[in-house]
DNA sequence: ATATTTTCAGAACGATTGTTCTTTAACTTG
DNA sequence: CAAGTTAAAGAACAATCGTTCTGAAAATAT
């Protein structure tokens, strides 16, 4: 009952691929160029696999965008989101949180902004799996931010907490677009900073 | 030096189509399914002008989608920046100004989201054109809340008005965002009035 | 060894892409 | 009316699109 024997070689020919880094070159070239302008030829050219293997594997060009979208949220928005703790006061969380959204928006020139809410939601207008994918991508993140939010200790008159989790999304989200459009981390570290002084303001209010 | 003889008609066989009504339907299909998605054919089609006229006006698709977000910011976007005022108190100056966010990214649901946030965005990746372009879109509210914001008395300690601005725009590009991947107008409003209620707070601190 | 299985490399597919060109139609001007 | 001008309609263009197919290559199993 173990599914697989994992040690062992499989049958056949073996793949010339490795197949998570050919999963990260997927994503970045997507994220780069977006869904539509990232052609199959130049997919199966970054991540060195066959086209046959990449239809075998994902079934074609949205299959593989949507096992991209899946390895970015875990190789690349699950840190940023570990970030938010609980590991010390609020407002540190919220610092190191965004603080790992700027980075990762510009860490890298090649890749601006965030493949979910740049180049997903693109897609979304028109294509209702692309549209449910990005859906579920933004809920998970407001309830993880919810999440962090609870474990906190609120006045009485202060917004719902997933209110306010919504909000530091949205802020999180409109940083990744503002890098899209070629911001340094230095003019976002501010609007950052604003979105945690407004929080912590409402805490202590 | 009157430039135009407007009353006048010209001389030749004249056009078949109403310049801005095409524009505005173009401007319609770019925002419904992205820059690469929406075709030639489609867009010949939905604007009523002849390809030939097309490229005669615009000199092609870029430049086409290049107009179409420059009667987006005109039609859609100014509208929207105007109910800043200030023309009340901020709270309900900046109520006003998230609820025409909210009624522009979920009013047609053939149109979710915004044409820049999520259409512009995603073709800024690569093109720089279309980057630059998302940067002076994205400036020029930001610049805009920045006016608002300064007509009021703010504390000391409050966060420098430029950084609270681009938080601001950053919160209704996340709205935006998020009603491209579906979220109803109601869901909308807490986060609005939590963007609200926290700016509000820093100002009364 | 042969058989079997899996992958590779690339040709081939029809469809569609953005763009240009040609011909015809519909006007104004003289 | 004829001449001139502008736009419409759509054929034509090479290029590229996403996808499928074919035959050879490289491994294990018997």
New binding site residues.
């Given amino acids: 009952m173990t599914g697989e024997d994992v040690g ?10 490795e197949p998570t880094a050919a999963l990260d070159a997927a994503m970045r070239l997507f994220w780069a160029e977006g869904f539509e302008a ?4 130049q997919l199966s050219r970054a991540t060195r ?5 990449l ?2 594997e994902y079934g ?3 299959g593989l965008f949507l096992a991209s979208v899946a390895h970015y949220a875990e190789t690349r928005i699950a840190p940023v989101a570990a970030a938010l703790g609980p590991s010390g006061a609020l407002g540190n969380d919220l610092s190191a949180f965004f603080q790992a959204v700027i980075a990762l928006a510009t860490g890298d020139a090649a890749t601006p902004g965030c493949l979910i809410s740049c180049v997903l939601a693109d897609s979304a207008g028109t294509n209702a799996v692309f549209r449910a994918e990005l859906d579920q991508r933004f809920a998970a993140l407001e309830a993880r931010i919810t999440a962090r939010l609870v474990a906190e200790p609120w006045p009485a008159a202060a917004p719902d907490r997933a209110a306010l989790a919504a909000m530091l999304a949205a802020v999180a989200r409109g940083i990744m677009l503002r890098a899209r459009s070629g911001a340094a981390p230095k003019a976002l570290a501010p609007v950052a900073d604003a979105a945690v002084a407004s929080v912590l303001c409402l805490r202590a209010a």
Avoid: E, H, L, V
Wanted: proline share 8%; no cysteine; charged share 40%.
């Fill in positions: 062992r070689r499989r049958k056949g020919r073996p793949r010339g691929f990232a052609s199959i030829d696999m066959p086209r046959a293997s239809y075998q074609g060009k949205a």
